[in-house]
T-cell receptor, first 112, second 109 residues
Framework: EPEVTQTPSHQVTQMGQEVILRCVPI?????FYWYRQILGQKVEFLVS????????KSEIFDDQFSVERPDGSNFTLKIRSTKLEDSAMYFC??????????FGPGTRLTVT | QQPVQSPQAVILREGEDAVINCSSS?????VHWYRQKHGEAPVFLMI?????EQKGHEKISASFNEKKQQSSLYLTASQLSYSGTYFC??????????FGTGTSLTVIP
């Protein structure tokens, strides 16, 4: 059964550095999402992407965040200048209709 | 616009039943249900579309009352493996989608 994959599984970076989190959604899905979960807290919506553009973004998704679907298979989340409070688990998800259907295993981002 | 779930938390003994409710202030196109275990990604359980249908997944089923803008998740004969946080997700007009507030469910022996 197809799965959403994410790389890396764990990323450690220094404050102020740029990171790119990568996701390969399920191939026939049309809707793509990034969520984050700070340790011990609930899953928070970051951004949704449909038809090659952002369809919705949360207050968290400020100018330091960006998303791309560069080649029709990968879906990336870039954080330009990481802060300590960006430390979290980042989940990518995709679906063939609105709403995430399948989640990736997550990337744990640690900012030191 | 975030749907509200009730209860916020519930503790069950193995074999007991539970109902988790999800209520929206907006007209709903569909409702999704997910379960997340500690330290893992959320897992999709089922989707309910407009039409008031009820769906089942193992011993977990759900209903969708379109007029009341509510959905309920039914867990019967609970097992230890059912423990986790359950989220509803609601699709509203404009392809917008919102997770519910979450319900923590703990099943004890």
């Amino acid at each position: 059964e197809p799965e959403v994959t994410q790389t890396p599984s764990h990323q450690v970076t220094q404050m102020g550095q740029e990171v790119i989190l990568r996701c390969v959604p399920i191939s026939n899905h049309l809707y793509f999402y990034w969520y984050r979960q700070i340790l011990g807290q609930k899953v928070e919506f970051l951004v949704s992407f449909y038809n090659n553009e952002i369809s919705e973004k949360s207050e968290i998704f400020d100018d330091q965040f960006s998303v791309e679907r560069p080649d029709g298979s990968n879906f990336t989340l870039k954080i330009r200048s990481t802060k300590l409070e960006d430390s979290a688990m980042y989940f990518c998800a995709s679906g063939y209709s609105p709403g995430p259907r399948d989640f990736g295993p997550g990337t744990r981002l640690t900012v030191t | 616009q975030q749907p509200v779930q009730s209860p916020q938390a519930v503790i069950l003994r193995e074999g007991e039943d539970a109902v988790i409710n999800c209520s929206s202030s907006k007209a709903l196109y569909s409702v999704h249900w997910y379960r997340q275990k500690h330290g893992e990604a959320p897992v999709f359980l089922m989707i309910l579309l407009k039409g008031g249908e009820q769906k089942g997944h193992e011993k977990i089923s759900a209903s969708f009352n379109e007029k009341k803008q509510q959905s309920s998740l039914y867990l019967t004969a609970s097992q230890l493996s059912y423990s986790g946080t359950y989220f509803c997700g609601t699709e509203i007009a404009g392809n917008q989608f919102y997770f519910g507030t979450g319900t923590s469910l703990t099943v004890i022996p």
